[in-house]
């Protein structure tokens, strides 16, 4: 079925409720970044395959809003099929509900999915669309999309504190403290990660994240996990139980929340509850409670993400454990790539290199997220992925841009290596050199106690920008702990992030450099945040680098390194695996 006639199955359907329009996401009930193929419903109307990104349907148009990391994808991909693309953050370009505005008229209505919308975004549409009239509706995609794929639930597996570093009833101890107040409150998980880590569990429901489709509801006697329970072996069924994990079925979750009980505060965080499960908590509610029935989190980013964005010894230990393998698989794929340059070998081939080289571990269980291996002009597409056709061949000449990340029992990685292949040009080199320098700058911080994201960003940006170059994502996201490679709350990037960096966190480092048409440029290693007290301002933070895969020299100009830099990146090749 082309995608003109989905479209228009779908503008059948929503005029049958005399809906003007509908706003889909690509999300699901827990707003994961990888999603379940049930969700994928964006794609499968637009064809578009990235992993973030709003599409609006009316009546006689669609557009799609994508940020800079997909620019050129959503160009070819959108190629043909009527929906016009918008580039997020770029001068000119409408926000949604501007868009809307300029469409529709006054009081017709614009749908959104009661289960893949989350309260927040509902509360802040249904402001910004007025005169326009918001509405929550079931998912209409069952009517239209014949073989739409069901939910899959696979085995899941209980990992031991030897591996996590914390019990689960410590766990909840520790939150409980930090959510305790004057009224009994239950706080409601939606999370797949949060509820993965509060409950010490893994699966394989999500690609690339080892998560059970699951949701949690803690409070101050128990935490009850939603999951299918048959997918729990005997093992997982009983230590779970032994830690005092109440255990219903995933489909529980939102009759359970209908019937909580009057007497308690609902606490979450409004943009991780969809629409339709924030209502239904606020089913059974007194209506004149002489307290509030909802508090938002007390904690920017959520009490429950900051608790697992701060890494124990254990977890950190399982990071340089996980590292120093990516790193000896890393290298054979680099080596095997450089000694097969002048044989045809594709992108793809690449990719499918690195399953290969990591799988000889036996701790490997899958890769963090789709391998980036971009030859030559490919690179300047943040997140290209390679076809399974194979994608580019690669010559010796110019740069491979590799980007990729292993799953293992004990941690998650994620690094990016630019890979010269062949003669470069002055500005290449001074433009990796730039890249670099970003990357060791930031990599050489020392900053207080409290300092958000946004304050160091201009560490590993400066040096680009000043060799008149821009890359528009952020420096760096979180990692979790054999969770998923992209975790928050906390960040470097431009934009204001309330959370501060903290002891025990995990981020990535990673500058670059896109030239369109050209070759892209990006250096990554992964970094935890460190103690380094100074007497008589305070208590002091520096981070320690965990990848050990070394960099390639060749192309740098030594001349744009001051000594410190130069001395930094020797030593850290020093230390890597050769």
Not at 293 to 312: F, S
């Amino acid at each position: 079925m082309e995608r003109k006639e989905r479209l228009d199955l779908l503008r059948k359907v929503l005029a049958g409720d005399d809906i003007s329009a509908m706003i889909i996401s690509s999300s699901d009930p827990h707003f994961g970044e990888y999603i379940p193929e049930h969700y994928k419903t964006l794609q499968w109307l637009s064809g578009f395959t990235g992993e973030a990104a709003t599409l609006v349907v009316t009546q006689n148009e669609a557009a799609l809003w994508v940020d800079s990391r997909f620019f050129i994808q959503a160009a070819a991909q959108l190629e043909g099929s009527g929906i016009e693309l918008m580039k997020l953050k770029m001068e000119g370009t409408p926000s949604v509900t501007d868009w809307l505005k300029s469409h529709l008229e006054e009081g017709d209505i614009v749908a959104m999915d009661e289960d893949l919308v989350s309260y927040a975004e509902y509360m802040e549409m249904s402001d910004s669309l007025a005169p326009l009239s918001p509405a929550l509706i079931e998912d209409p995609f069952d009517k239209i999309w014949k073989d739409r794929p069901a939910l899959e639930f696979n085995p899941v597996r209980f990992v031991d504190e030897s591996v996590s570093g914390e019990s689960v009833s410590s766990k909840h101890r520790r939150l409980v403290e930090k959510l305790r107040g004057p009224v009994p409150f239950v706080y409601i998980v939606t999370a797949l990660d949060e509820v993965a880590w509060l409950c010490n569990i893994r699966g394989a429901d999500i690609e690339y994240n080892p998560l059970p489709l699951s949701y949690a509801v803690v409070t101050e006697e128990c935490v009850t996990l939603f999951l299918r329970q048959e997918m729990l072996g005997h093992e997982a069924m009983s230590a779970l139980l032994r830690e005092g994990v109440i255990l219903k079925d995933y489909e529980d979750f939102g009759r359970f929340l209908k019937n909580l009980p009057k007497t308690c505060v609902r606490i979450f965080s409004s943009g991780k509850i969809t629409a339709k499960y924030f209502f239904a908590s606020m089913d059974n509610i007194h209506q004149r409670a002489p307290f509030n029935p909802y508090m938002p989190d007390p904690v920017p980013g959520g009490t429950l993400a900051m608790m697992k964005a701060v890494k124990n010894k254990v977890e950190l230990e399982g990071f340089r454990k996980a590292f120093a393998e990516d790193a000896k698989a890393m290298a054979k794929v680099i080596e095997w790539v450089k000694a097969n340059v002048d044989k045809g070998i594709t992108e793809h081939d690449v990719a499918m290199k690195l399953i290969e080289c990591r799988s000889e571990c036996p701790d490997y269980i899958g890769e963090s997220f789709p391998a980036i291996v971009a030859f030559g002009a490919n690179a300047a597409q943040p997140h290209y992925m390679p076809s399974e056709d194979g994608g580019a061949v690669i010559r010796p000449e110019g740069f491979l841009l590799i980007d990729t990340g292993g799953q293992y029992t004990y941690g998650t990685t994620d690094t990016t290596r630019t890979i010269p292949l062949g003669p470069l040009t002055q500005r290449q080199k001074d433009d990796y050199t730039a890249v670099l320098k970003g990357m060791i700058d930031l990599s050489m911080a020392v900053f207080r106690k409290g300092m958000r994201g946004c304050l160091l960003d201009i560490l590993a940006r400066g040096p680009v920008m000043k060799a008149g170059r821009m890359y528009l994502h952020g420096t760096s996201h979180g990692i979790g702990h054999n969770l998923c490679v992209h975790e928050g709350p906390q960040s470097i990037r431009m934009e204001e992030n309330k959370v501060a960096l903290t002891e025990g966190m995990v981020l990535s480092n990673e500058p670059a450099a896109y030239i369109e048409g050209g070759y892209g440029i990006r250096h990554e290693n992964v970094i935890t945040v460190v103690s380094c007290t100074e007497e008589g301002y305070g208590d002091f933070y520096r981070f320690e680098t965990l990848t050990v895969l070394p960099i390639d020299l060749s192309p740098v100009n030594m001349d744009m390194l001051d000594s410190e830099e130069r001395s930094w990146i020797e030593d850290f090749n020093a230390r890597c695996i050769q």
